[in-house]
């Protein structure tokens, strides 16, 4: 399911009380989904280079995927993912959402522990993958306004 982040599918927000709208939408679905249990928060690294680069901030490496396989090795893509482990806490990683509203980081999951309920956040929405259809159509009825109006939801 697809939410988007601001008013009228508005994509990137331009001031303080829309940042503040954004930040409420990613944490509100974020809590019913993780509230009272921890979470791994997954960045990636985008890189021509297979070695791993320096860990991130409070995050371990987790993994390394070609993503991209050129015949020519300059043209290969690896997709460098670490992942945190921690209590689900609203507003626990808003220096990232917000890093994510502004398209300064991409790519980010937010999911419980096993792996079942995964959040994207994106620069205008987060899409959000649930276990079962009644958990989602729950979700999309609590928050009806945020969908999009297009017909296929995007």
Known sequence: M???SLPESKRYPQDESEYAIVLHRYNSVLDELFA??????????????????????DAGYWRSLLVADDVDPEFRTYYHLFASRQPWQHGCINDLLRDVADDKVADVLITDI????????????????????????GMRDRHAGWLSSHPAGL
């Open 36 to 57: 009272g249990t921890d979470v791994y928060v997954i960045t990636p690294v985008w890189t021509t280079d297979p070695d791993v680069p320096p860990h991130q901030p």
């Open 2 to 4: 697809r939410f988007h």
């Open 114 to 137: 096993q792996l079942q309920r995964i959040h994207h956040p994106y620069d205008g929405g987060a899409d959000v993958f649930l276990t079962t259809p009644e958990e989602r159509d």
